[in-house]
């Protein structure tokens, strides 16, 4: 489908991204919402791109991929995982909000319509750029444990239980975070006032919303929220078969609790009828919990300093611990500095082969040294310096792997340090928004896996992220791990909500969804905008590749004929489906452009 000129409709909403008119997703845009029409944006011909660059990111025929165009706006631009997020997120910038406004309209409206991925029952992370200031900030809004919590929460018989075992429980509910943390960040920075930031979302719920084909096909494949009997009584009929696509849903319970919080603040979440009922739900499931009301009303959101790095020409700043995700992109980009893969076309054997080594090296460190840095240290500074990074690309061969790399050791502490192999499973989302004012916010937010621990409370889910502990609190070794469960602790994560910087000014905002293949996606697309001069869409578009420092993972039908030659160079290679939801957005003298994942529902849309 070619797209359509782009139109400025009279309230000045302007270009939405292609797949908002594309097969089953045209279903979101469904009457049921009564939101302006937008127009999908032409692709311009844009700054010169490597030849070769361009030949290697066509897509491939059978992939299933919608060919997306870069969306591009003067002014403002929101990019979610959904068309209904970016709607609301692009109105509330259109009337001059915030991009924290619009990111908060945003994340209301994926609750409802992106159930199985996050919500105001999981946490977030939020990197921003204040404008006026010239400062990037972050915000933390990660689960916490409950006080009550001990390491061997997840253990049976003196060994880790089986996973799923200990996702599908009270247990694995930690207190959320994501409505602490939005509220801290609109104190300071929000415009709009609170209340009509969550009216979008009352609206759809109180309306209904198209049930997506994605959502769809969750529903489907998921038996264990059928278990849950609240959670089965909204998502599927009475003969236990998920709502089909384009069934109208509503959900008038959720649309109560957002009024609650819209009128009362983020306490009216934390304290009274709402923390007594997450209380109760938790505590009542077959596998309790012990998450009590003190858990829930002394939870508080937390400013941290932001990690930057200098990268080539520019600064990358993303959320620090107890986030690796950054950290890990960071030393990924940094170890590639020293191989050719600048001058590779992007989906060469040897491209891949050099990204897979970086990751599996990046990877190494996190499941030894990473956790909430509130509670052990974490050597940042040493697992970033230059000289380490220098050394550790050096164990690159170009013609062989280094098989299951080695963690480093910066400064003395592998020797104590336990390893870390708990999964990390996506079901996560991201948000970008840049306003009329320059300001920039790049928010990753989840429940962990998909629908969370399945427990369904006041029309939303629960989150599972105590899972995201290692679920034994020593090694193969004996060695203590960094990232075991204790009370009131955070657990790790991979989320990577990033900003670039170039000349001290916002040049690129991205993210993504995928458990711990987040740190893959986002080093691909830094990659792809900043060494190989793809535009950003075309940079999401590429083929997802890498290793989390176990096997060498390539996207199902993408990477074709490469699989044998990297068994060659003794990679263990495994094709799979790798599904990013990356949002971007890059900010050019001539405006903005944004890309969403053709993987997924998600459109940039701006005027």
Not at 181 to 205: E, K, N, V
Not at 240 to 262: C, D, M, S, Y
Not at 496 to 512: H, N, R
Request: a neutral charge.
């Amino acid at each position: 489908m070619m797209a359509k000129p782009l139109v400025r409709p009279k309230n000045g909403l302007a270009a939405i991204g292609h797949a908002a008119v594309r097969g089953g997703v045209a279903l979101l845009l469904s009457a049921a919402c009564a939101w302006p029409a937008f127009a999908a944006a032409p692709l311009d011909a844009g700054r010169d791109r490597p030849a070769q660059a361009k030949e290697d990111i066509q897509p491939e025929a059978g992939t299933g991929l919608s060919q997306r165009r870069i969306v591009r706006a003067r002014d403002y631009m929101i990019s979610s995982a959904n068309p209904l997020a970016s709607r609301a997120g692009a109105r509330i910038l259109d009337q001059g909000g915030s991009a924290t406004d619009a990111l908060i309209a945003a994340q209301m409206v994926l609750n409802l319509v992106e159930p199985q991925s996050s919500g105001i029952g999981g946490g977030a992370f939020i990197v921003r750029y204040d404008a006026k200031q010239g400062v990037v900030q972050s915000y933390d809004g990660r689960e916490t444990a409950p006080a009550a919590a001990r390491s061997d929460r997840f253990m049976k018989d003196g060994k880790a239980m089986p996973f799923w075992e200990a996702v599908n429980s009270g247990r694995s509910v930690g207190v959320p975070g994501v409505v602490a943390a939005l509220g801290l960040m609109h104190q300071q920075h929000g415009r709009t006032s609170w209340a009509s930031l969550f009216q979008p979302a009352i609206d759809l719920a109180e309306k209904g919303f198209a049930v997506s084909p994605r959502l769809h096909a969750l529903l489907q494949d998921n038996q264990a929220l059928r278990r849950q009997a609240a959670a089965a009584a909204y998502f599927y009929d009475a003969r236990g078969e998920p709502w089909p696509v384009g069934h109208v849903l509503k959900n008038p319970a959720f649309a109560a609790l957002l009024r609650r919080i819209a009128q009362g603040g983020p306490r009216a979440f934390y304290e009274g009828e709402v923390a007594r009922n997450i209380v109760d739900a938790v505590a009542s499931h077959a596998v309790p919990g012990d998450l009590s009301l003190a858990d829930m009303s002394s939870y508080r959101a937390k400013a941290r300093a932001p990690l930057c790095a200098p990268y080539k020409a520019y600064s990358l700043c993303g959320m620090p611990p107890p986030s690796s995700g950054p950290l890990a992109v960071i030393q990924m980009l940094e170890i590639l500095s020293h191989t050719p893969i600048a001058d590779l076309p992007p989906t060469s054997l040897q491209a891949v082969h050099y990204f897979s080594e970086a990751g599996k090296l990046a990877f190494a460190d996190r499941d030894i040294y990473l956790a909430d840095p509130d509670f052990i240290d974490v050597p940042v500074k040493g697992l970033l310096d230059k000289r380490y990074l220098a050394l550790r690309a050096g164990l690159i061969k170009p013609d062989a792997t280094i098989g299951r790399a080695p963690a480093g050791d910066p400064v003395g502490l592998k020797a104590v340090r336990g390893q870390d192999d708990s999964p990390e499973l996506p079901s996560t989302s991201h948000v970008v928004a840049v306003d009329r004012g320059g300001n920039v916010v790049s928010m990753t937010s989840s429940i962990e896996t998909a629908f969370g621990s399945k427990i369904l409370v006041d029309g939303f889910l629960l989150n599972n992220q105590l899972t995201d502990f290692s679920l034994s609190d020593v090694d193969a070794q004996g060695k203590p791990v960094a990232n075991r469960l204790e009370p009131l602790k955070r657990p790790r994560s991979s989320m990577a909500p990033m900003l670039v910087l170039k000349d001290g000014k916002p040049y690129m905002a991205i993210g993504s969804p995928g458990g711990a293949a987040i740190i893959n996606y986002v080093a691909k697309t830094l990659l792809g905008v900043l060494d190989w001069g793809l535009d950003i869409q075309q940079a999401i578009d590429l083929p997802n590749y890498g290793s989390r420092n176990r096997f060498t993972e390539l996207e199902k039908g993408r990477l074709h004929g490469l699989a044998a030659p990297l068994r060659a160079m003794g990679h263990e290679v495994r094709e799979v489906e790798f599904p990013s939801g990356l949002q971007g957005i890059v900010l050019t003298p001539d405006g903005l452009e944004g890309g969403a994942d053709p993987r997924r529902e998600g459109v940039a849309a701006g005027g």
